[in-house]
């Protein structure tokens, strides 16, 4: 199909036997029997290892950043919480007097 | 990260030991911190030297031509979910026998693992069997199966997800981890037991694998993807402790008077 669409595409091109209206210069688009055989094997081998190469670093991503956040809060709370109990007994006497 | 580790402490202390005791968890947190970043470390240098076995070093299979390299991280990413399912269901019969923080935490952690691993399982399998076998899915019992064992940790996280965190959730959930476990032999042994088009490469007579350099490269995927799932466990296993733990100390903020910030 290439071939002759080629040798068509020459004929014309040299003017030898142009094809004179658009109908004659039509072409037929088919498949090819087994198309799924005919994947690359190089593409199908770069999906699969984006996708797990994307996965991973996206969890552990994710997974840093939450951890920092919660980290941030732990610490922050238990500073805050610290200078309470310090205070506490300050205030208990400040209250009972 | 320091405070991560540190185990809740309800009971009343005195102000210096209960620095004392803050200063031994900040040590050992230091250590585990210290531990984790040096599995990292090695982790990735061994994924690199895999990365470099499976496109340099391991020849490509005459039939299938370069997709079959596929199979070097397909298999040891199978494997990882194992690993994750097991650590949940251990997880989950630790905290069904003692009820403690940790057990909960590592079934979550392991589900995680699980889930993600098995959709990368997921997804690498069908992209190998579009050239393989010309099409992307179908009905295999190895593959069914599979499939089975991912949507039930997907379940189990959606349980913890939006279900609250209450005695009775968690073990539910528990429950779910422990039975979910009941899978992975099927999925194992589904290619012997049913047949189906799913290969069976790694088997007691020693597989497929003709090269030895084949067979190392496999080897060191096995390798890699056991310390990355370490790794993974080890830090979501972190993550779920701390958040345990920042929900104490709101509690006792809570009870102290302590205003939000």
């Known amino acids: 199909m290439t071939n002759s669409f080629a040798r068509a595409s020459f004929a014309f091109q040299a003017g030898t036997d142009a094809p004179r209206t658009v109908e004659d210069r039509s072409t037929t688009f088919r498949p090819v029997q087994g198309g799924d055989q005919m994947q690359s094997g190089e593409h ?14 996206a969890l552990i991503l ?27 007994p300050a205030k208990k006497k400040a209250e009972a007097s | 990260m320091a405070a991560a580790l540190a185990l809740p402490c309800r009971t009343a202390m005195t102000e210096p030991r209960r620095a004392a005791v803050s ?49 070097y991280f397909h298999v040891p990413i199978a494997y990882s979910m194992y690993l994750g399912a097991t650590a949940c269901f251990v997880g989950s019969a630790g905290y069904l ?22 959709l990368l399982v997921m997804i690498t399998g069908p992209l190998w069997a579009a050239k393989a076998w010309g099409v992307y899915w179908t009905w295999d019992p190895r593959l069914t199966t599979q499939m089975l064992s991912v949507l039930l940790y997907v379940a189990y996280l959606v349980l913890r997800l939006f279900t609250g965190d209450g005695d009775a959730e968690r073990r539910f959930a528990a429950a779910l981890g422990v039975l979910g476990a009941a899978n992975l032999p099927i999925i194992h ?10 290969p069976a490469v790694i088997t007691g007579k020693g597989g497929g694998l003709t090269d030895p350099a084949m067979v190392s490269t496999l080897m060191f995927g ?27 100390l709101e509690q006792e903020a809570l009870e102290l008077g302590i205003g939000e910030d």
């Open chain 2, 23 to 71: 200063d031994r968890a900040s040590a050992r947190a230091r250590t585990f911190d210290g531990i984790f970043y040096g599995l990292l470390g090695v982790t990735a240098i061994c994924t690199i030297w895999t990365i470099h076995a499976i496109f340099l070093k391991a020849p490509t299979e005459a039939t299938m031509g370069i997709v079959q390299k596929i199979f």
């Open chain 2, 189 to 198: 042994f589904s290619v012997q037991k049913w047949g189906g088009t799913h």
């Open chain 1, 62 to 88: 994710l997974g840093w950043r939450r951890q920092r956040r919660i980290d941030a809060r732990v610490t922050g709370l238990e500073a805050a919480l610290a200078q309470a109990r310090a205070e506490a």
């Open chain 1, 44 to 57: 199908l081998l770069v999906e699969a290892y984006a996708a797990i190469w994307i996965v991973l670093f």
């Open chain 2, 97 to 118: 026998y003692n009820g403690k923080q940790g057990w909960d935490s590592l079934a979550r952690a392991g589900a995680e693992v699980a889930v993600v691993m098995g």
């Open chain 2, 222 to 248: 096995f390798l890699s993807f056991t310390l990355f799932s370490i790794v993974l466990l080890w830090s979501r296993y972190r993550i779920d402790l701390s958040s345990s733990r920042l929900a104490d």
